[in-house]
T-cell receptor
Framework: DSGVTQTPKHLITATGQRVTLRCSPR?????VYWYQQSLDQGLQFLIQ???????AKGNILERFSAQQFPDLHSELNLSSLELGDSALYFC???FGGGHFGSEAFFGQGTRLTVV | AQSVTQPDIHITVSEGASLELRCNYS??????LFWYVQSPGQGLQLLLK??????LVQGIKGFEAEFKRSQSSFNLRKPSVHWSDAAEYFC????????????FGPGTSLSVIP
């Protein structure tokens, strides 16, 4: 158990819909990272938040957005969903703010299926 | 353009045999390098990382990796594979360009024959 909690574990939704994925980081960790893993695109970094502020941005679509709340949990919002958004979405957390500057621990992911 | 390649999509080894998983990157400066393992249905677990210093890095579970600047490689090795090592292995490279950027390789699937 990495200490990073993601909910829900599975999500099935229709095209055009909007969903919210939630991540609770390990106790004491200030950074949260979001990743997408799909058969087509492989593993891609989406975005990082550190202590409530956006720190780094990767291949995140404009239809996607994220935020980190004062209690440090984070939410990834995916809107106008398309079939190609079906993927495993991972959250990771670390104490430091530099990307991978300190060890990042991964949650078990949320499996999103768009039908 | 920056990229990370893992030439071997799938590797099968016998238990007790040695293992080497290849990783090559394309980047103009010295990157930060990582190896992760993903067991079925699980998230990623960091095996080891290289930032600077000794180019031979020791990690968890008996793994090690060697950074070779001249070859732009960061190959993962283990002298004796255990059946529990069967998993997907990802090489990742952190690069500082105009913004922080992380690129993962496509992964190598490892099967272990008892």
């Amino acid at each position: 158990d990495s200490g990073v909690t993601q909910t829900p574990k599975h999500l099935i939704t229709a095209t055009g819909q909007r969903v919210t994925l939630r991540c609770s980081p390990r106790s004491g960790d200030l950074s949260v990272y979001w990743y997408q893993q799909s058969l087509d695109q492989g593993l891609q970094f989406l975005i990082q938040y550190y202590n409530g502020e956006e720190r780094a941005k990767g291949n995140i679509l404009e239809r996607f957005s994220a935020q980190q709340f004062p209690d440090l949990h984070s939410e990834l919002n995916l809107s106008s969903l398309e079939l190609g958004d079906s993927a495993l979405y991972f959250c990771a957390s670390s104490f430091g703010g530099g990307h991978f500057g300190s060890e990042a621990f991964f949650g078990q992911g949320t499996r999103l299926t768009v039908v | 353009a920056q990229s990370v390649t893992q030439p071997d999509i799938h590797i099968t080894v016998s238990e007790g045999a040695s293992l080497e998983l290849r990783c090559n990157y394309s980047y103009g400066a010295t990157p930060y390098l990582f190896w992760y393992v993903q067991s079925p249905g699980q998230g990623l677990q960091l095996l080891l990382k290289y930032f600077s210093g000794d180019t031979l890095v020791q990690g968890i579970k008996g793994f090690e990796a060697e950074f070779k600047r001249s070859q732009s490689s960061f190959n993962l090795r283990k002298p004796s594979v255990h059946w529990s090592d069967a998993a997907e292995y990802f090489c990742a490279v952190f690069m500082k360009t105009s913004y922080d950027k992380v690129i993962f390789g496509p992964g190598t699937s490892l099967s272990v024959i008892p």
